[in-house]
């Protein structure tokens, strides 16, 4: 027996685990770690079924190949030739690729994502995001240069917490990570402070609230123009970071008073108004907007205007305001001006954002004719048939791929399509930095696990499965070397420090570095070129003072993390990289939409709506194989309030209808949701999968009735929540 740490790769909370492992190397316990600085000892119940996740009998072990529709197992060079044959024979524009999300939480979705997707030479590049944060890069770059310049609440230190559409003590929290959510959470109150919770569920997080608001959904936008016209005309407002727009924002706003936008978004008139009057008087307070403000019709709209609240009332960049985090392999940002629609998708004319088209219209470029059209598909942990918007469709036009090849330890209702799956290693198996969540913490906060068990010999870890397809992609066949691509990405970011300048590098010569960076692979060699070059780096970060830099051996040496402490203003370092300078208060391109919200003001909607919700005890589409952690109350179940049962007259089950489906679905009548609004949760309808335990607890897709046609325009995200459906008795 022995103990091992190694941070949980689950959720956005980034906790540290302490596993015992026996003899076998198997996990037979897992614990909080105590002395994680940042998680504090704190787990959740799918951090503690790690060990089960990590053993699942069902993963895959090795590459499977499908022929004439029967899968084999195969051996890695076989598999990586038969995806070279497959690859290609598709031209790169009408190679595509999905991106889950997974990889955020992996290191390999770091460093080995984006050099696949230039090898692919393709646009038809999709991802997760569309179905989730998009509308918040898209505001982000807007307002302040990039799209991942992005303020989180200030959670242990501010006064007052207005959050929109989170649930954090089911989600435990998205861009803003904050392990032990919940508690954190409680010691607001307990210090005085007031959390305010909006949402059209009354939900745990809403129960422990000060106060809970009711919203019809998809008309956040319309509640905070509220709040944004009140702070204005009553002149609340204190702005203390460099703004350009505020003009033109006071003319946008005009019109949404309190009491149009009342209408529209169902809250009173008078609680908006004291809303914003709160927001004003607090000593500190932050705005936070998650997922039921992200996925639905006016998302970029709404997290444009979480961000001119929290600029309003004074409480952007400052303490128990609304911060950015400064992660410790921070590269440098240059100032240029952000844009969206680059280019467009091929059959909707839909604008690329970050490189990336929306994932509703993935279907529409699979099965539409024409130069471009996608015959060859590459999808790396996810599972867009059951996670993107009428995945139904999705599901066919899978099935009518030239090739199709998935990084995916399932076979799942994605995966099954493939000609080749690739599984990455275990999870005890593989290194572990958040290169990606660190920049939305609520703390600065290091850690790196290494691998708790070692691959076995010539088993790939995730990061070379990655680089060999690009390598691939790239035309150097099936056998070329992946350490190739670790010292050209390693000479790339090296040299591009030395001729930085300002750079603490700067005019070294690279190859001098090179030889100082240590590890035992190619990722953790890049980790260690990246954590030198950063802020709080031994080649020169000044973050923490002389001779407290930090390099991959002090992460190694410190396995239980570091604490860089609490977030620090950052605007004065320059953090913003508008060509202005400054905070954009009123971006073109968000003005130019606000015609669309306006349409709605002052109508009142009708008729019932889905909106979705999450179960501490699930996680999107691929957690319902770990047997202690479905059924109880984590049920695919449609909540919907009794009065409306009663009325509809419906009973056990009932059919419900949207322009993209239909479903029989279980009711679960229960008075915590807002009279004309159901909801379902998503990652269910388990199918041709080879997880046994899924295929028990199989529910149905929430996603056969979400509608792929209607996106955000701004940013081309789906749209989740708010859609429009029907009921009848099953
Ligand atoms: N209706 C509705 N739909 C939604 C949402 C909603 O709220 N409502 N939420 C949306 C959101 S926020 C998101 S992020 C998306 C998620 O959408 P996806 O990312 O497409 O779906 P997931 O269910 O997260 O699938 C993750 C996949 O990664 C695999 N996997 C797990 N770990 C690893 C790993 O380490 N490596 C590799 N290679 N694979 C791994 C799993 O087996 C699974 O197949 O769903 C979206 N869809
Ligand atoms: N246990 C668990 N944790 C997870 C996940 C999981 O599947 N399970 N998924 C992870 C992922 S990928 C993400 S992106 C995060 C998401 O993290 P959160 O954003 O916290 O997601 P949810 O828990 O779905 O909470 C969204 C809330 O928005 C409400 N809502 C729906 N529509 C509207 C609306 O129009 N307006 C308002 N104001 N509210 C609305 C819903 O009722 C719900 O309570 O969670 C992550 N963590
Ligand atoms: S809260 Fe998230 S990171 Fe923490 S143990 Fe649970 S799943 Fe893992
Ligand atoms: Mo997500």
Redesign the pocket.
Known sequence: MRTAHRTC?LCEAVCGLTLTLDDGDNVIGVRGDADDPFSKGFVCPKGASLGRLDQDGDRLSTPLIREGGEWREASWQEAFEAVERGLSAVPAPSRAI?L???NA??M?GALYAAPLIRALGTRQVYS?ST??QMPKQVSAGLMFGHSLTIPVPDLDRTDYLLMLGANPLESNGSLCTAPDFPGRLKALRRRGGRLVVVDPRRTRTAALADEHVFIRPGTDAYLLMGVVHTLLTEKLTDVRVPVGGLAELEEAVSGFTPEACADACGVPAELITRLARELAAAPTAAVYGR?GTC?VEFGTLAQWLVDVVNVLTGNLDRPGGAMFPRPATEGPRRRRPYATGRWHSRVRGLPEANGELPVATLADEIETPGEGRIRALIT?????V???PNGARLDRALAGLDFMVS????L?E??RHADVILP?PR?TQ?GHYDFALLGFAVRDYVRYSPPVVPLPEGRPS?GEILARLTMIASGQGASADPALLDELALDQTLRRAVETPGSPVEGQDPAGLRALLTGSNGAELRLDAMLRLGPYGDWGGRALGEGNGLSLTTLLENPHGIDLGPLRPRIPEGVLTTASGAVELAPEAILADVPRLREGLGRRASGFVLI?R?HLRS????MHNVAPLVGGSNRCTLQIHPQDVEELGLAGHAVIRSAAGELVVQLEPTDTIMRGVVSLP??WGHAGTSQLVAAKNAGVS??IL?DESIVDPLSGNAV??GVPVTLVPA
């Open positions: 790769p999905y889950g999300n997974p939480h992996t390999a997760a179905a989730d997922i996925t790396v942990a996810g599972n867009p059951l996670s993107a990084v995916d330890p399932y799942n994605t995966t990455p999870v593989a995730e979705g999450r996680n999107n589409s691929w998503h990652g929430a996603n979400t989740l929540n």
